[in-house]
């Protein structure tokens, strides 16, 4: 078992940035990608941006060039958002698998969850 645990979420005005941080517990060895994962009220969950442990980044169309993704260590992710837009705003969530390749950003394979950091951004 694995343990996500999100932190660093707030409410920002639109242009501004917020760091997301993720700790993994348990099993860790275990842990192939670590991702983030964001839901809008009404809508389907949908990826932002997910890491390797050997580094492979990939990100969602809709945020690239303005977040970024880092392994911190082994059990640690974090997700540097700049340039916010209200659409933007939603519960964040961390989530980790353990199988190996390729990690596109999509929720498929993550079967580790944490309990999301809400996101909220004014216009």
């Known amino acids: 078992q694995v343990q996500p645990e999100e932190s660093g979420g707030g409410s920002v005005q639109a242009g501004g940035s917020l760091r997301l941080s993720c700790v993994a517990s348990?099993?860790?060895?275990?842990?192939?990608?670590m991702g983030w994962f964001r839901q809008a009220p009404g809508k389907e969950r949908e990826g932002v941006a997910t890491v390797t442990t050997y580094g492979s980044k990939m990100y969602a169309d809709s945020v690239k060039g303005r977040f970024t993704i880092s392994q911190e260590n082994a059990n640690t992710v974090s997700l540097q958002m700049n340039g916010l837009k209200p659409e933007d705003s939603g519960m964040y969530y961390c989530?980790?698998?353990?199988?190996?390749?390729?990690?596109?950003?999509?929720?498929?394979?993550?079967?580790?969850w944490g309990q999301g950091t809400q996101v909220t951004i004014s216009s």
């Open positions: 348990g099993l860790i060895y275990t842990i192939h990608c």
């Open positions: 989530a980790a698998k353990g199988s190996g390749g390729d990690c596109p950003v999509s929720t498929a394979g993550f079967g580790y």
